[in-house]
């Protein structure tokens, strides 16, 4: 059996609350991770999902290095980024890429697509090709290379967040966070957005970590879950075994709740193989 890209162990996150912040002086921190143990499988997609506030956008965060963990290691393919420098990172920096939830903040309104695309390449040095590569990717996600010259808000949702993927993916990363991607978008523009996803994620043998509250379209992509509250892992495993026999009350009430489909029926009834 293959290493997992990652493993995590005894992760803990702290963070200034600043709600409780006084006046004069620093704030409070308090404890969103508590000491989280897990592995990520490497050419899969892993579901993460939770209340509101549970930590799991925390714990995305923590993975690409956006937050430092306070405790604990972060073990990236064989590297301990727990606390690496951002001089440290930078090498890395190519295999560890975000999707974003708001295409709309996330895309620079005065950058044309193309330029947007181009900056993680740029960034990294990669700049031999560089209008052919901005063509593979908007051709990766089904966008016409004409795309290169409009700008965001000549772009529909959909559109904007295929330009995020693109974005993504420029660099041919080895794992993609993906946090709430498709929660802004009609029903029948999330079906194709996570239709996309799965299809480059199985070319490109993509590790995956998919943050959601939609459980219906976790159990339809992802090959494992982890279910967390409150800052910790309440329950893990592979996605059969979570939804068919869940082993804690609360994994058995989000389940219980789940509501009518939000996304495409059509795409949640054809299961991955």
């Avoid at 420098?85 to 996330?106: C, G, H, T, V």
Wanted: net charge positive.
């Amino acid at each position: 059996m293959a290493e997992p890209l990652f493993t995590v162990r005894g992760l803990k996150v702290a963070l200034p609350d600043m709600a409780r912040k006084p006046p004069f002086g620093k704030a409070p921190m308090v404890e969103i991770l508590k000491g989280l143990d897990f592995d990520l499988p490497r050419n899969a997609i892993t579901g993460i999902v939770g209340e509101s506030g549970s930590g799991k956008s925390t714990l995305g965060r923590t993975l690409v290095r956006l937050t430092e963990p306070t405790t604990g290691s972060v073990i990236f393919d064989g590297h301990d980024i727990s606390h690496l420098s951002e001089a440290e990172l930078k090498p890395l920096r190519r295999d560890l890429q975000m999707i974003f939830q708001d295409p709309m903040s996330s895309l620079n309104p005065r950058r044309t697509i193309g330029s947007i695309i181009a900056a993680p390449l740029r960034q990294h040095g990669v700049t031999d090709r560089l209008s052919e590569r901005v063509a593979e990717a908007l051709k990766r996600v089904s966008l016409p290379e004409s795309f290169a010259a409009r700008y965001r808000h000549e772009l529909s949702g959909g559109q904007r967040q295929r330009v995020g993927i693109a974005r993504a993916l420029a660099l041919s990363p080895k794992f993609v966070l993906a946090d709430e991607i498709v929660s802004g978008l009609d029903v029948s523009t999330q079906a194709q957005i996570l239709t996309l996803l799965e299809k480059l994620a199985g070319e490109m043998g993509l590790t995956v970590a998919f943050i959601s509250h939609d459980l219906s379209v976790i159990r339809r992509l992802c090959r494992q879950v982890i279910v967390m509250r409150a800052g910790a892992i309440v329950e893990a495993g592979p996605t059969d075994a979570i939804f068919g026999a869940p082993k804690t009350d609360y994994t058995r009430e989000l389940i219980a709740a789940i509501p009518l489909p939000e996304i495409d029926p059509d795409w949640l009834g054809r299961k991955a193989g």
